[in-house]
């Protein structure tokens, strides 16, 4: 017992090492996301950071002593080779794990969760959206940190043999005492004596959101969030639901007056969903001047200068857009039918009201987070995607290049009878940032979106040659920010800043700036109208150009979720429902706003699930 008391010890060790390890491998890799973080600052998240490794150390350490017990039931000893497989795979699994989690990062600004697992359903996808040599790279480095920790772990750590044969009196002994070490386990795996176990929570020790994510063990992270897919009953009640209802509603009011910009009700309708297209690369919102062709198109239309993406990924923009309906952290609506089948959806309700062609376009791949039944769902007649597309059209990795996507886009909108709604998403400022062009910004991110920004150009003088523009609204609408040159993390308001742009020979109006807060959710209830179509039924849709509206936009992330107006910035941890940032809330019933919208939202969402609402 005592050999296999001090390997259990040796054993527990090695993962608190591993895990310090790396976490100082995030730091260095990740630094520059740290947003002038002081570097003793994020010194100190292994501090509780070794609270969360503690936790998942001991899931495995318990583990370890179930496997030894059974070894004892079955041959009276301690088996070292059951401990030397069993970390052989878990040493590679968990190594690949971090080693992805660390790359993540850069993309997403935040750890692995059960929506990141979520892209192994198609993982094609996945790999067209990076590049061959971080593939190999990646693998390199999997093989050769996991060689380098296995020979550690044969040569230091499991070193005895346990090839003491006990009697049962004797084995029995070493049976309770293994499983006496087991239950001790409770403690570190629950984080405290207390009622209360460990959540996530406890990485937020800091003012500085880099010190809170180096802290976070990804591996814990990923096992609670797969452990919590599901909203639990009241995880989003912060009031009483008549309460709640009455404050939602205070939020959505709005007069039936509004600013009507249309020459027309019954234009053909264009929607472009631009990938990526963040503040970054806006001029008008602080970015760099990337998109000379948006900025063109700006003087002949509306700019809608205060709108946000309602989360940081594509199948959330895509409802968003085309639904009205805001995300749930954790849950993208797009992947269960079952919920987004009684959604409304834009095009339904055009066609509803007259308009005879339904067209969507997409240069990818229709599987993507369930997109074709989401397409099927909102009742397009004509789609098209990557496989009616010649190969030579296509990129090396993610899809085809905007410049095909748009030319085939002018022609259906052409072959369509007016009024006609024509919705395309475009895909080449998508990662691995593929592009057809001769490089014009160092930078990959940049010069993706100013290639796409040169097609929309192309598309728009194609529109007015082939006489659609005079009777079109065309609506250029981005589908999330991104973390992107400025590095921008969960919990900046910058990080969701989106353009929106309606321009067209069907506007009555010109170089037009509104100021008003809104999100991708808010197209519903700003667009119908001007159709003199009724938009009652998206609720979590407002009307920007109603003249009483409360501007305003929801955001939501994996871990969190936010309100955010010209007054407040405000975004809160789902765990412990805690402020991560409260920004110029002048009055409780500000500092509300955002539970007050979640939980409206969650009970909703909620309620679509059990009663197929």
């Known amino acids: 017992m005592k050999k296999f008391l001090y390997t259990f010890l040796r054993i527990w060790l090695f993962w608190l090492l591993f895990f310090a390890f790396f976490r100082a491998v995030f730091i260095l890799v990740n630094y520059g996301y740290a947003d002038n973080t002081p570097f003793l600052e994020t010194l100190a998240s292994f501090g509780p950071g070794l609270r969360m490794d503690l936790s998942f150390s001991g899931y495995l350490m318990l583990l370890t002593a179930v496997v030894q017990v059974a070894s004892l039931l079955i041959q009276r000893q301690f088996c070292r080779n059951c401990l030397l497989w069993m ?48 593939v190999l790279l990646f693998v390199f480095l999997l093989g050769a940190v996991s060689f380098g920790l296995i020979y550690l772990f044969r040569r230091w750590i ?41 959540n996530t929570g406890v990485a937020y020790f800091s003012n500085y959101l880099f010190a809170n994510n180096a802290a976070v063990n990804p591996l814990w992270n990923l096992a609670y969030s797969m452990k919590r897919s599901g909203i639990e ?39 472009v ?68 089948r009684k959604l409304s959806f834009i095009p339904k309700e055009l066609k509803k009201s007259g308009y005879r062609d339904l067209n969507f376009i997409y240069g990818g791949d229709m599987g993507f987070k369930n997109l074709k039944s989401l397409i099927t769902l909102a009742g397009f007649d004509d789609v098209v995607d990557i496989d009616d597309f010649p190969a030579d059209f296509k990129g090396e990795k993610w899809g085809v290049h905007d410049e095909y996507t748009f030319d085939r ?34 930078n990959d991110y940049f010069n993706s979106v100013h290639y796409t920004d040169s097609c929309l150009g192309v598309f728009v003088d194609a529109l007015k040659k082939k006489s659609l523009w005079d009777n079109s609204l065309v609506v250029l609408i981005a589908d ?104 110029g809330a002048r009055s409780k019933s500000d500092s509300l706003k955002a539970k007050v919208f979640m939980q409206k939202l969650a009970t909703d969402f909620k309620e679509r699930i059990s009663n197929g609402k």
Do not use: C
């Open 87 to 134: 970390y052989y795979l878990l040493i590679p699994l968990f190594t690949g794990l971090l080693l992805g989690d660390i790359n993540l990062f850069r993309y997403w600004g935040g750890h692995l969760n059960s929506e990141a697992m979520a892209f192994l359903k198609t993982p094609g996808i996945v790999l067209n959206s990076i590049s061959w040599s971080e």
């Open 158 to 198: 499991v070193t005895d043999r346990f090839l003491d044969v006990f009697s049962w009196k004797k084995a029995g002994v070493n049976i309770f005492l293994t499983l006496f070490l087991a239950a001790l386990m409770i403690v570190p795996i629950r984080g405290s004596f207390g009622v209360a176990p460990i």
């Open 233 to 271: 009953d009241g995880q989003y009640r912060f009031m009483e639901s008549q309460e709640n209802e009455l404050l939602f509603s205070e939020m959505m009011k709005e007069s039936s007056d509004f600013s009507a910009v249309l020459k027309t009700r019954n234009p053909n309708v264009i929607v």
């Open 273 to 340: 969903l631009l990938e990526s297209f963040s503040a970054q690369v806006i001029e008008q919102l602080g970015g760099e001047s990337v998109t000379p062709q948006l900025n063109q198109l700006m003087t002949e239309g509306i700019f809608f200068k205060n709108v946000f993406a309602t989360s940081f990924r594509s199948d959330y923009g895509m409802v968003g857009t085309m639904a009205g309906y805001p995300g749930i952290p954790g849950y993208s609506i797009m992947q269960y039918p079952d919920k987004s």
């Open 409 to 442: 886009f002018a022609s259906m909108i052409e072959e369509s009878q007016s009024p006609s709604f024509n919705f395309m998403f475009t895909l080449s400022s998508h990662e691995p940032f593929d592009v057809p062009m001769k490089r014009v910004y160092e």
């Open 480 to 583: 999330h920010g991104v973390t992107g040159p400025e590095k921008l993390g969960y919990t900046q308001e910058r990080r969701y800043r989106i353009p929106m742009l309606w321009t067209g020979g069907a506007l009555a109006v010109r170089d037009t700036v509104v100021e008003t807060y809104g999100s991708q959710a808010d197209l519903a209830a700003t667009l119908l109208p001007q159709l003199g179509i009724e938009s009652d039924d998206f609720i979590f849709s407002k009307n920007i150009l109603n003249e009483e509206s409360n501007g305003f936009a929801f955001i939501q992330y994996p871990d969190g979720f936010g309100y955010v107006d010209n007054d407040q910035f405000q975004v809160f941890d789902k765990n412990t429902l805690k402020p991560l940032v409260l920004e």
